[in-house]
């Protein structure tokens, strides 16, 4: 008898716009955000026979990299938000963090997925990549443990960007659904009243 950990898969769906479970390699269902995915699959972990919920996603990383890069132009209307909200309640930490996010996406750095971590080329000193994931970073003041450098809060900032992409598709299918609904309730009295 094996007692080898579930093996937790998440993959973002581009069509569906969901994120695809997987439980030793078996389809168990959509979550709408990541996390909520990490959260069903724990549970569903604990549930199994000698699983054991193992808190390491490091198997779930290769997928990321199907993750796409949101256009510099739709980070930087973000950014441009995100500012706007941190100045009105005058978090000035989180205004100059996302203006050298803004800066240095100006300044051309380049970001890539890459096995659920994100390269970010560094704008200071060409030709280096610094990686980065919800963890730490490899950049200098990551490794200080500094750990809120700018590659980290763009790390965070497209993995929102991407849970609200999805909660969008969501309210999307809803009016879908909602449409289809109010469609059969006039077919409905149509037939009733041609009776
Ligand atoms: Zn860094």
Not at 124 to 147: D, E, I, L
Request: net charge negative; hydrophobic share 35%; aromatic share 6%.
């Amino acid at each position: 008898m094996t007692t080898k950990p579930a093996a937790k898969t998440i993959r973002y769906d581009r069509e569906t716009r969901d994120y695809a479970l997987y439980l030793n390699d078996e389809f168990v269902g959509y979550a709408s955000t990541y996390t909520e995915g990490q959260v069903i699959l724990d549970q569903l972990a604990a549930s199994i026979p000698d699983g054991t919920a193992e808190d390491d996603y490091s198997d779930v990383g290769p997928e990321r990299s199907d993750l796409l890069i949101p256009p510099t132009a739709d980070i930087l209307s973000t950014v441009k938000e995100r500012i706007e909200t941190a100045r009105l309640h005058e978090d000035w930490p989180g205004v100059r963090q996302l203006d050298r996010i803004r800066q240095n996406l100006l300044n051309g750095a380049r970001l890539q997925w890459h096995a659920g971590d994100l390269l970010i080329q560094s704008v200071n000193n060409p030709g280096q990549v610094y990686s980065t994931n919800g963890r730490g970073c490899s950049c200098p003041n990551g490794q200080k443990g500094k750990s809120e450098c700018w590659h980290v809060a763009t790390y965070d900032l497209l993995l929102e960007m991407l849970d609200d992409r999805a909660a969008a598709a969501d309210i999307l299918a809803d009016a879908a659904a909602e449409r289809e609904l109010g469609r059969r309730i006039a077919m409905e009295r149509a037939a009733r009243y041609a009776a």
